[in-house]
């Protein structure tokens, strides 16, 4: 298959042109990234999947009233699975509220992961330390100043770890991803800033966000600027991976802008059809990354209709599961509003809690 | 009479002070195409086009920082925050500089800015999406803080708000977006800084501001059912504050709750009752007693229910404050 190429969303210089291992129609150009064999090879396709039928799933149980509302990743899982998949165990992501993809590959339940979308708990019901996965953030660009911090620890305990943020195009925008920036550079400090630039924030375009691109960013803070094909999976890998080698190796943080699009609205209270143009949206549909690598996997033999076949099986069970699991979570009991306020409740807090707990008539345990 | 909804009403309050003052601009981010995710700004780009109401960069230190430049370039800068936690990043200059410039300039620049900022709870939404902020602007001085609660006032408060030339914070609660009344909307009416009775009774006075007026008028409407009749008067405005409406209002009923949703420590409600117990405290039969929301972050939506301070616990307030 032909596919046409969308306009570049910023005038390109030879520089600009993304890296790419995958054509649009799914050929490989060039060689594998290091250390990807059949079975991973397999695999980075079947966490795209079970991304893209999770994401489904939770528009569904929006739609449905099951959650208060969800931030949808459609498009953007070769963005996500490929970057996670670069991590290793010892490293920490952190992560802005469309990160799904990224969740799953580091091991987070996606029910845990999604009861912050159904309002049960502000953090969702995991927990970072164990998954290397930050909580979710929604103040716009915030977490990239975590990402610093985390690597600059990490550093000073001579860890060989990383710490890499999850933002997107608007980001680059805030006060909090500049100085992010600036402050890894600064302190050599093990991170990489992973944008995915998928075109929009909420409805606002990228060419009203930035006039330069965002990989030549970078230069302004003495670090190394990388622009990859945030559709192509390999190429993703692959870039990460080396950002994590310089990162740990040499203390040299890399901004990664991955080019991807946002298939799907802002979240799901939004109307995306106000100011995404139908045009864009299709020409962007057509390189969605699932087929892409579907068609090279076919072609090199990696997988079969029986692969495919039992990764719908299992995708299928994933939605089954999600659903069952959000529609029997019931709220938190009420108690738990004042718990972890402070380690230890002071006083104040207490005298509040029973208040709701046992005195006030609208009480409830 | 038409029946408008305060979205509405506020985006005729933008329309007509864009079209009265050619000096008036209108952004933030998403106010252009999508007309703000409130749709507060809808069709306002279209009409008044892409140099007068226009989308910013994803940057609220921005946003307040150039409506500094702008005001003293001589512009009217209306800026929108989309949500009341991310104001949280555009503090600085709101305190540093937009609050302060006119007194630093020993008057010479003065920053007729506004800053509308959607706030608090009770819309079921993600975290950060329902603070209630006022404090934070209320405690620093040389900004306005404005709070309206129906669709007429929010007009008439916004359209005084843009002409002033102090800069004003104007905080929407967002849960009453889609509420509705009938009338003319029209400007001119009560002045910022004045409060409103806006039920009249001789038991008890319920002091509150925003959404919360609409719960305190449905607790009066209940404890009417049981011959006690509260007095409700809605601020409208927490800096500059109308003492003497509230001083006279609770030297009649000689006892009063506060009411509002931000954590009770150091909430708005503390001014209030401090100042009462100031000027009134010989008229007083009870000590005043708050209402608010308790001292932790906003609950996640499925038990935010119980963090809002509802008609029980007003009642229940009232209550006490009736058995001195
Ligand atoms: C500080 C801050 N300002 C505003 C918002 C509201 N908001 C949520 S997401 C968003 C757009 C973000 O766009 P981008 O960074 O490109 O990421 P994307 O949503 O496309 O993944 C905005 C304005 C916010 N969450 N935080």
Redesign the pocket.
């Known amino acids: 298959m032909k596919v046409e190429e969308p306009q570049p969303l910023v005038d390109q210089e030879p520089a600009d042109v993304p890296f790419r291992l995958l054509t649009p129609d799914g050929t490989l150009q060039g060689d594998l990234p290091p250390g990807l064999d059949r079975d991973r090879l397999r695999d980075l396709y079947r966490l795209m999947a079970l991304v893209r039928r999770a994401d489904l799933e939770a528009t569904a149980l929006q739609r449905q009233g099951e959650l208060a509302v969800w931030?949808p990743l459609s498009g953007q899982e070769a963005a996500q699975v490929g970057s996670a998949f670069a991590l290793q165990p010892q490293d920490m992501a952190f992560p802005?509220?469309?990160e799904m993809g990224a969740a799953v590959v580091r091991g987070v339940d996606i029910v845990d992961y999604l009861h912050f979308y159904r309002g049960t708990w502000h953090g969702g019901m995991y927990d970072p330390a164990e998954h290397g996965f930050g909580m979710i953030s929604?103040?716009?660009?915030?977490q990239c100043l975590h990402a610093v911090g985390w690597a600059m620890g990490a550093a000073m305990d001579g860890k060989d770890a990383c710490a890499l943020a999850y933002?997107?195009?608007?980001?680059t925008s805030?006060g909090d991803f500049h100085e992010a920036c600036n402050f890894s550079a600064v302190f050599k400090a093990p991170a990489i800033f992973f944008c995915?630039n998928?075109g929009?924030?909420?409805s606002v375009p990228l060419s009203k966000q930035t006039a330069a691109p965002i990989h030549r960013k970078a230069a302004g803070y003495g670090l190394p600027g990388v622009r990859v094909d945030g559709n192509d999976i390999l190429a993703v890998v692959q870039v990460t991976q080396e950002a994590r080698q310089r990162a740990v190796d040499a203390g040299i943080p890399t901004l990664i802008e991955a080019v991807t699009y946002?298939l799907g609205p802002?979240s799901t209270a939004d109307d995306a059809s106000i100011y995404q143009p139908r045009e864009e949206v299709e020409r962007w549909q057509a390189l969605e990354p699932l087929s892409r690598y579907r068609t090279f996997l076919e072609s090199q033999g990696i997988a079969d209709a029986a692969f495919f076949g039992s990764v719908d099986e299992e995708a299928a069970a994933i939605a089954a599961k999600i659903r069952a699991g959000i529609a029997a979570a019931p709220p938190r009991p009420v108690h738990e509003m004042f718990q972890w306020v402070y380690e230890q409740t002071p006083q104040h807090l207490a005298r509040q809690r029973d208040e709701v707990l046992h005195g006030g008539q609208d009480a409830d345990a | 009479m038409p029946e408008t909804t305060m979205a509405a009403a506020l985006n005729t309050a933008l329309a007509d002070s864009l079209e009265r003052d050619d000096r008036v601009l209108v952004f933030g981010?998403?106010v252009g195409k999508l007309g703000g995710v409130f749709r507060i700004t809808q069709g306002l780009q279209q009409r008044f086009g892409e140099t007068r109401v226009f989308d910013t960069p994803?940057a609220?230190s921005g946003i307040a920082g150039i409506s500094v430049g702008l005001a003293l370039a001589g512009w009217r800068p209306v800026a929108e925050m989309?949500?009341d936690a991310?104001s949280y990043?555009a503090l600085n200059q709101t305190i540093s500089h937009i609050a302060r410039y006119r007194y630093r300039s020993r008057g010479r620049a003065p920053m007729p800015v506004v800053i509308r900022i959607p706030e608090a709870g009770g819309i079921g939404a993600a975290e950060?999406h329902s603070d209630s902020p006022e404090t934070y602007y209320a405690h620093t001085v040389g900004l306005k803080v404005v709070v309206p609660s129906t669709p007429m006032d929010a007009y008439d408060l916004l359209v005084q708000s843009i002409a002033d030339p102090d800069p004003v914070v104007f905080l929407e609660p967002k849960s009453r977006y889609w509420s509705k009344e009938s009338g003319e909307l029209k400007s001119g009416g009560l002045p910022i800084g004045r409060a409103r009775v806006v039920r009249e009774g001789g038991h008890c006075t319920l002091i509150a501001w925003g959404a919360m007026v609409s719960r305190c008028l449905e607790a009066a409407d209940l404890a009417a059912e049981d011959g006690v009749e509260l007095e409700v008067v809605d601020l409208r405005t927490l800096v500059p504050l109308d003492l003497e409406t509230l001083a006279v209002a609770v030297r009649t009923t000689g006892r009063a709750v506060v009411v509002h949703e931000a954590p009770m420590t150091l909430g708005f409600g503390a001014e209030v009752v401090a100042r009462l117990v100031e000027d009134c405290f010989v008229n007083l039969e009870a000590p005043v007693l708050r209402v608010t929301g308790y001292d932790t972050p906003y609950p996640p939506a499925t038990i935010e229910e119980h963090y809002v301070p509802s008609v029980e616990r007003i009642l229940s307030a009232v209550g006490r404050v009736l058995s001195y």
């Open positions: 931030a802005s509220y469309r929604v103040p716009v660009a915030s933002f997107g195009d608007g980001a805030e995915q998928n929009w924030a909420i946002r802002h | 981010e998403d994803l609220e989309q949500f991310f990043p950060n």
